[in-house]
């Protein structure tokens, strides 16, 4: 099993298997173009669980341009997308595939908290965001998603990651 960034270059593999893990397992699917745009403009964020060439996890992040929207005005990181295939579940690869992400959020872009939306109903993944990785729900927002289900607004402090990286690269 190999943890690695999600590639562009020199094909859109990458790109294709992670569209594929995600059609198998969310109702929330996306076009080319936007797995694309993620993986183009913020090509450190994009993780790929792979197993023997195949990719079997993923998450897809960006980070939130506080000039857009002045009710949130800090730097911020979104998790966009996140699975992992059934069989391959319960290893602790969403975990990894957050930490890199959430690591390089803070180091990189200096992302003072990290972002994501959840259904409520989803228990396995807010038990992954709740319990394993501390993030908190910040608001509940009604009718989120197409079908009427209200997601969990939730988010995760980034600062003790900066200063944590500020401390090692002294
Ligand atoms: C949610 C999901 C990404 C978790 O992936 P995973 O690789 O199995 O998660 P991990 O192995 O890293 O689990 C880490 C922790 O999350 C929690 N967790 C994960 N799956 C769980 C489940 N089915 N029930 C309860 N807790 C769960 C546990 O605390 C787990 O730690 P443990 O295994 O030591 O008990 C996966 O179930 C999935 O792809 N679901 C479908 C897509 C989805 O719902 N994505 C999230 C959209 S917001």
Same mark, same amino acid.
């Given at each position: 099993m190999n943890i690695r960034l999600a590639k562009v270059?020199?094909?859109?593999e990458d790109l294709m298997g992670m569209q594929a893990c995600n059609l198998q397992n969310l109702p929330e699917n996306y076009t080319m173009k936007f797995w694309m745009y993620h993986a183009m403009t913020w090509p450190q964020l994009s993780f790929v669980a792979e197993d023997r060439g195949r990719i079997v996890g993923y998450v897809l992040a960006k980070i939130e341009d506080p000039a857009e929207d002045d009710k949130e005005p800090e730097i911020h990181g979104h998790v966009n997308s996140i699975s992992v295939l059934r069989s391959y579940r319960r290893l602790g690869l969403a975990k990894k595939l957050m930490l890199l992400s959430q690591e390089a959020m803070a180091s990189? %872009?200096?992302?003072?908290y990290v972002s994501l939306h959840v259904r409520q109903s989803n228990k396995a993944a807010i038990a992954l965001y709740?319990?394993?990785?501390?993030f908190e729900v910040a608001k509940v927002e009604k009718k989120? %998603?197409?079908?009427g289900e209200d997601a969990l607004s939730m988010r995760l402090s980034l600062i003790l990651v900066i200063i944590q990286d500020c401390i090692i690269s002294k």
């Open positions: 270059n020199p094909t859109v990189i %872009y200096k992302a003072e709740r319990d394993t990785l501390g989120y %998603y197409g079908d």
